[in-house]
């Protein structure tokens, strides 16, 4: 198509069950289908392939509303060396509202146009597509305040009940810290017996140029001594948590670059939007 490769991380995107390239795009739709059931559940059917034949898409559309992701089999990440031209997809469009992962609610759009997808064996003997060039795109992620709140409180209560600790509420906060990232600080109600501590978490959330979420600067602080013992208990736990990635993304995006990425708080809810390409 005559625009450059686009550097980036090595993800894959579609991940085939199949020893070949189907040629036919229902076939091809099968095939995609049965590699995203592989983490991803929904009742109904999630892709549509349109074209004459493989090796010259009109479009791959992939629907996620209602999906659930299982984050601990994604895909982990492949080296795309070594990989050959497969097909060309005049649009390729991925979305969905809501998909939850984690325990909480978010929606996705992804939308390219003009894709170079190549190939690479799998070894486990399957077959990967790979996003190797994209003429034009873009991305938009949303989690509501209440859902971010919900996710990070589920996740403070597994850590509080290995100390007899129960979370009551939780309470976010988020405040713009430059273009690609959020200040946090989590106000969790807890009690232990007879005791009602707060503890009061803080932490930076940075969004990466392949759409993956990290914590750091994680800290705990809590009045009274029940609440300095609670944290003196999760504390060991941080470093743990600021070395995990979240990855934003439904699916992974091949070997894409966004830009012009940026990240909107308002109205009780965080906007994360990007764009790639060579436009």
């Known amino acids: 198509m005559g625009v450059p490769a686009l550097p980036a991380p090595n993800r894959k995107m579609f991940l085939l ?11 091809l739709a099968q095939a995609i289908e049965e590699g995203l059931r ?3 559940s929904r009742p109904d059917k999630m892709v549509v392939v349109r074209g004459a034949d493989a090796s010259a898409l009109d479009s791959i559309a992939v629907d996620l509303s209602g999906a659930t992701i299982d984050h601990h089999h994604r895909p ?12 060309v997809v005049r649009h390729i469009y991925i979305s969905g ?16 146009s003009n894709i170079e997808l ?34 990070i409180m589920k996740g403070a209560s597994k850590l509080a009940e290995k100390q007899g600790v129960v979370v009551d509420n939780a309470q976010l906060e988020l405040t713009p810290h430059g273009p690609r990232a ?29 759409l993956v979420a990290t914590v750091s600067n994680l800290k705990c602080h809590g009045e009274g001594p029940i609440a300095a013992l609670a944290c003196a208990a999760i504390t060991p736990s941080f470093p743990k948590i600021e070395r995990r990635a979240f990855p934003l993304s439904a699916l992974p995006l091949g070997e894409i670059q966004l830009r012009d990425l940026t990240i909107d708080t308002a109205n009780e809810k965080v906007v994360v939007r990007a764009r790639f390409g060579s436009l």
């Open 17 to 27: 069950p199949r020893d070949e390239i189907p040629e036919a795009p229902d076939a």
């Open 76 to 87: 982990p990440p492949l080296d795309p060396s070594e990989a050959i031209p497969a097909m």
């Open 182 to 210: 959020l200040d946090g600080k989590l106000t969790v109600s807890a009690r232990k017996l007879i005791f009602h501590p707060v503890l009061s978490l803080a932490a930076t959330f940075s969004v990466s140029d392949d």
């Open 118 to 151: 190549y190939r690479k064996a799998h070894p486990e003997g399957k077959l990967l597509l790979i996003m190797h060039r994209a003429q034009n795109g873009n991305i938009r992620f949303e989690i509501s305040r209440a859902a971010a709140e919900s996710m």
């Open 38 to 40: 592989k983490f991803v």
């Open 97 to 112: 509202e809501p998909i939850s992962i984690l325990g909480g609610d978010f929606s996705f759009q992804f939308e390219a």
